[in-house]
């Protein structure tokens, strides 16, 4: 139990939707990071939030967007999807005392 | 440009025996490197840590050794157990900036 849980667990869409993936954490974790995990590669960054504001992105377009809402939880946004955004999205949070990064157990996205 | 390398996409290793993971990276401002654990449809967990000012961090079965003039890490597990077939990630931090970056894994798989 990493007190860190994403939704949906696994979904398919079509190239040129849409797609909003969610994560939750327990409370004291004001900090959200999101990452893609590609088949074979290791988590590449895509954004960090920190008390609803985002203050770290790696590279990845415009189209990926995020929030991070009052009570801490998040949302990552993929508009107009790409075959290549198939992949395994992570969210994380690190523990307030410890800083070690949980992880949520991922969102794993097939574009069609 | 791959900034943190795990050059072995898998290794096997007997019960018992010793497991040793490399990684190599090529920024020398990186100041903290962990090794992650992930097993399939989970999340990583974070397993252990070193600081760039030491040069062993030991953890139970765990140790890890850096070499900063090589820019080689290593996760040593002893003895190598069943439970330890998964994933292993090596991830560096530089002190700039908020983002992990992640080698690409190596697939460790203990024989009985």
């Known amino acids: 139990e990493t007190g860190v849980t994403q939704s949906p667990t696994h979904l398919i869409k079509t190239r040129g939707q849409q797609v909003t993936l969610r994560c939750s954490s327990q409370?004291?974790?004001?900090?959200v990071s999101w990452y893609q995990q590609a088949l074979g590669q290791g988590p590449q960054f895509i954004f960090q939030y920190y008390r609803e504001e985002e203050n770290g992105r790696g590279n990845f377009p415009p189209r990926f967007s995020g929030l991070q809402f009052p009570n801490y939880s998040s949302e990552l946004n993929v508009n107009a999807l790409e075959l290549d955004d198939s992949a395994l999205y992570l969210c994380a949070s690190p523990d307030g005392s410890t800083g070690e990064l949980f992880f949520g157990e991922g969102s794993r996205l097939t574009v069609l | 440009d791959q900034q943190v390398k795990q050059n072995s996409p898998s290794l096997s290793v007997q019960e018992g025996r010793i497991s040793i993971l490399n990684c190599d990276y090529t920024n020398s401002m990186f100041d903290y490197f962990l090794w992650y654990k992930k097993y399939p449809a989970e999340g990583p967990t974070f397993l252990i840590s070193?600081?760039?000012i030491k040069d062993k961090n030991e953890d139970g079965r765990f140790t890890v050794f850096l070499n900063k003039s090589a820019k080689h890490l290593s996760l040593h597990i002893v003895p190598s157990q069943p439970g330890d077939s998964a994933v292993y990630f090596c991830?560096?931090?530089?002190?700039?900036?908020?983002?992990?970056?992640w080698g690409a894994g190596t697939k460790l798989i203990i024989k009985p």
């Open positions: 991830a560096a931090s530089h002190p700039s900036n908020y983002q992990l970056i």
């Open positions: 409370s004291g974790h004001n900090t």
């Open positions: 070193i600081s760039s």
